[in-house]
């Protein structure tokens, strides 16, 4: 396990029991470097949306807790805040969720002459995703060939 995955497993391991305490969901953690600067983020969740009064909660608790433990070597900007919309689907808990829904597909290399693909999931396992299509057509995807997976936005 490389440094990115131990403070993010570590993270989580101290915010579940916070989230089960709030009644929230630790939908992912994640420590990334973007344009130069590491971030530290949490997304979390709630039935009915997340709130900036929750979000706040979280992340006052967080930053005393990673203060006194203080075991990431960097300088980062901690966030926790709500995974949006758009979120992609990583964990089971997220395919769990979204079974029956409508989610869109883009792959790394094109089927079919296309590499974007909208249809209701329904049915996935640990090396597969499954969608019905609009004309009830099912796709197999393998799960290696995703490159992003999230709930389909209609607008």
């Known amino acids: 396990m490389g440094k990115k995955e131990s403070y993010e497993s570590r993270v989580e391991k101290h915010l579940l029991p916070l989230m089960e305490e709030h009644g929230f969901e630790l939908v992912d953690v994640e420590y990334v470097k973007e344009a130069g600067t590491w971030y530290l983020r949490a997304y979390i969740d709630k039935e009915g949306g997340i709130a900036v009064d929750d979000c706040e909660v979280i992340s ?38 979204s079974m029956g829904k409508d989610v869109d597909v883009r792959l790394y290399r094109q089927l079919n002459k296309q590499k974007e693909f909208t249809g209701a999931l329904s049915a996935y396992d640990e090396n597969t995703v499954t969608l019905t299509m609009e004309d009830g057509s099912q796709m197999v995807f393998e799960k290696a060939d995703i490159a992003l997976i999230r709930l389909a936005l209609d607008f």
């Open 60 to 97: 006052r608790a967080l930053s005393d807790w990673l203060d006194k433990e203080d075991f990431i070597d960097d300088s980062y900007i901690l966030e926790v805040s709500s995974p949006g919309l758009g979120r992609p689907l990583k964990k089971e808990k997220d395919f769990v969720r």
